[in-house]
């Protein structure tokens, strides 16, 4: 199975901080990659597919970037809403597998 | 709208049986592939299983091979999830999701059931 490794596994911030979250693969997989925010009680919603395309609906903010092993989403300004959970997840192929989960808190 | 909804945990026994439930509504059913994933508390994502969007094919985690099935009803809009020989660490919120490949993306979640695995 495909191993993915996210850093950091937590990290504290503030409104308006531009954050960077990694997500390394441990074999290639293209550009299939999608990225998830799950915030307390709830289910996981797609913010990022295809390493870099926006789902609709998504703020502007965030962006995914990278192909083959290495990814990174990307939150140009970050906003309230936004501290949560984050997961990345490789559909390249079967068993679909998750990263860690980072989870980003306030300063 | 576009919408899943899961039903059927509970708390059950070691070595018993649970069926869950994912009823679709608001999109085209038979269009899509759908998945389980699973989250035992305070921990990650765990896919789980995956049928084709006409029941054809299917896989599952090695985790569950052997003891779970995965199955729709395209007629009623449903997707099944048939667990046996539970354990307790099948222990989780279990979501259904959808994607519109095999594989790829889950761009709807339900809100998920859980299940319990306790003497």
């Known amino acids: 199975a495909i191993q993915l490794t996210q850093s950091p596994s937590s990290q504290s911030a503030s409104v308006g901080d531009r954050v960077t979250i990694t997500c390394r693969a441990s074999q290639g997989i293209s550009s299939a990659l999608a990225w998830y925010q799950q915030k307390a009680g709830k289910a996981p919603k797609l913010l990022i597919y295809?390493?870099?395309s926006l789902e609709t609906g998504v703020p502007s903010r965030f962006s995914g970037s990278g192909s083959g092993t290495d990814f990174t989403l990307t939150i140009s300004s970050l906003q309230p809403e936004d501290f949560a959970t984050y997961y990345c997840?490789?559909?390249?192929?079967?068993?679909?597998?998750f990263g860690q989960g980072t989870r980003l808190d306030v300063k | 709208q576009v919408q899943l909804v899961e039903s059927g945990g509970g708390v059950v026994q070691p070595g018993r049986s649970l069926r869950l439930s994912c009823a679709a509504s608001g999109f085209t059913f038979t269009g899509y592939s759908m998945h389980w994933v699973r989250q035992a508390p305070g921990k990650g994502l765990e896919w789980v299983a995956v049928?084709?969007?006409?029941?054809?094919?299917?896989d599952y985690a090695n985790s569950v091979k052997g003891r779970f099935t995965i199955s729709r009803d395209n007629s009623k809009n449903t997707l099944l999830l048939q667990m046996n020989r539970l354990r307790s660490e099948d222990t989780a919120l279990y979501y259904c999701?959808?994607?519109?490949?095999?594989?790829?993306?889950?761009?709807?979640w339900g809100q998920g059931t859980m299940v319990t695995v306790s003497p």
């Open positions: 999701a959808r994607s519109r490949l095999n594989p790829d993306h889950f761009d709807i």
């Open positions: 295809d390493a870099s």
């Open positions: 997840q490789q559909f390249h192929n079967y068993p679909i597998t």
């Open positions: 049928i084709s969007n006409d029941g054809t094919n299917d």
